[in-house]
């Protein structure tokens, strides 16, 4: 029996992103515990919705803090925001509109702060040459995390496998969707 909070917050994660009024009896099935496990580790719906967030907001800030630093040629840079997609996804699926997260004034301040760095990280591939220069950095960053939510939940349901989904995003994040 799984009782790693972390690992019930991943399997929750995805439990509220394919059905949002999931029970916390729902959610401890899916994640393969008890119901009265999933209630020692987070004792309300609310706080297990926050915990979730709290992991998503490190998660990007964690990716976003790899790619701040790194000084490699900005391809390799976005390989690695594209690679580790998934707190992307998993903000705009969840933290942007779950009412118990959309509520919480800190976990709002820092979607928006994460948001800025990537807005940031696409004018830097604006000013590298490798992304448009056409379009505002804001669309770009929109499109990534719209792109990201989208392999997300196409993975979930199985219709791609985990290993493509990096290189659809990068593919229509460079390329678009032209022949």
Not at 64 to 83: C, F, H, N, Y
């Given at each position: 029996m799984r009782t790693d909070a972390a690992e019930v917050l991943d399997s929750a994660i995805a439990v509220l992103a394919k059905d949002r009024a999931a029970s916390m009896q729902v959610i401890a099935a899916r994640a393969g515990i008890s119901r009265a496990t999933l209630v020692r580790l987070f004792p309300t719906r609310k706080l297990l919705v926050q915990a979730m967030a709290e992991k998503i907001l490190d998660d990007c800030d964690r990716v976003l803090t790899r790619t701040e630093a790194d000084s490699a040629p900005m391809d390799q840079v976005l390989g690695v925001l594209v690679a580790e997609y998934t707190p992307?996804?998993?903000?705009?699926n969840l933290v942007y509109v779950d009412p118990d997260v959309s509520g919480l004034p800190e976990a709002s301040t820092r979607a928006k702060a994460i948001f800025i760095r990537t807005v940031k990280l696409?004018?830097?591939?604006?000013?590298?040459?490798l992304l448009r220069h056409d379009m505002p950095a804001t669309w770009l960053a929109s499109t990534f995390c719209g792109l990201a939510e989208t392999a997300w939940e196409l993975t979930l349901e199985g219709h791609m496998g985990a290993r493509q989904a990096p290189d659809f995003i990068n593919a229509i994040l460079l390329h678009g969707a032209a022949a």
């Amino acid at each position: 029996m799984r009782t790693d909070a972390a690992e019930v917050l991943d399997s929750a994660i995805a439990v509220l992103a394919k059905d949002r009024a999931a029970s916390m009896q729902v959610i401890a099935a899916r994640a393969g515990i008890s119901r009265a496990t999933l209630v020692r580790l987070f004792p309300t719906r609310k706080l297990l919705v926050q915990a979730m967030a709290e992991k998503i907001l490190d998660d990007c800030d964690r990716v976003l803090t790899r790619t701040e630093a790194d000084s490699a040629p900005m391809d390799q840079v976005l390989g690695v925001l594209v690679a580790e997609y998934t707190p992307f996804a998993q903000l705009w699926n969840l933290v942007y509109v779950d009412p118990d997260v959309s509520g919480l004034p800190e976990a709002s301040t820092r979607a928006k702060a994460i948001f800025i760095r990537t807005v940031k990280l696409m004018e830097r591939g604006q000013k590298s040459g490798l992304l448009r220069h056409d379009m505002p950095a804001t669309w770009l960053a929109s499109t990534f995390c719209g792109l990201a939510e989208t392999a997300w939940e196409l993975t979930l349901e199985g219709h791609m496998g985990a290993r493509q989904a990096p290189d659809f995003i990068n593919a229509i994040l460079l390329h678009g969707a032209a022949a």
